[in-house]
């Protein structure tokens, strides 16, 4: 049997973990991008496929990527095959948190240092893979984000329109709208973020769904038929708290008809050691190598009780440190 560096019996440092679970991050991630992983999900692959198939023209980079998760206890290699373990299977299922940050971010955290001394000041243009961004969100927000809506937005019962600011690549709000068969309504601040979204639109439904570009602070309109408003976690991306407090007040006027507002958004805990973490650590560092300084729950939980909506209830989140607050606007 294949030896790993975190057997059961052994202790292992801290620092020995930390280095081979940081190689394993990019690891999982060359596995993900040749298609791997959904079939060592499913059985073992033995090298030889590796090797042998026109598929994986640098089978060594491949291989290199299962050698180095054996250490991890992601995978194992016996008898000339890879098994996924099952603490790879608790990986596998979380893949788009890796995605996500890894992949959409790469470029950024590979500049961190250089950021770090003010030798090199970050773009989005440059730094951010946005269609990975889109990609990975969506995947997120698939899976820990939209049973959550669902549910809520039913006991809502809707009279009109969903509106969803910051819909991204417009995948929640077109899943939503088809699923509780309600018209939709989208905005969000990236252009190209705006054309996916209808182009999504236009592949994946032949409802009366709608995206268009919008600057949150200052939306241009008046739209009375929207009757619950989803605010998609963008709001740490505007840093004076008085901004924020304005925007959300304005959407009373931009959104006249809205009963509920169901605001989403990510903070940065405020004191003490933090356990092991999916997303917090990675949101907590990507936002600041951005010059963002994320927010704490307390000054979260100001902004939005001097928005002066009523709140109906707070849910927490299966993303760490994530919250949802139902507003009641109307």
Known sequence: MAKTLFSSDVKSKTSEMMFTYGIGCHAILV??????????????????????????????????????????????????????????????????????WYNAYGNLMAKSVDIAKNLYVPSPEKDYDLDQVAYSASLIKRRLIKPVLKEIISELEPKGVLCDMGCSSGELLISLCQELE??????????KMVELANKNIQMNTVGNIHAYYADYISIKGVYPEVDLLICDFFMHHITDDRTCVEMLRSFKTTFPNS??????????????????????????FVHRLQNIDTRNYSSLEGIINNTGYDLAKRIDLDIANSYLWLLKMN
């Open 31 to 100: 596995l993900h991008a040749v298609g791997l992983l959904p079939i060592i999900e499913k059985r073992p692959i033995k090298k030889e496929e590796l090797t042998k198939n026109e598929k994986f023209p640098q089978p060594m980079a491949i291989i290199g990527a299962f050698q180095a998760l054996t250490y991890a206890n992601i995978v194992k290699d016996e008898e000339d095959q890879y098994f996924l373990t099952e603490p790879g299977r608790d990986v596998v299922e979380n893949i788009d948190m890796f995605i996500h």
């Open 182 to 191: 309600l018209d939709g309504l989208g905005f969000e601040k990236s252009p």
């Open 259 to 284: 009963r509920y507002m169901l605001f989403m958004d990510n903070y940065t805990p405020e004191i003490g050691a933090q356990p092991a973490e999916l997303f917090a650590p990675a949101f907590d």
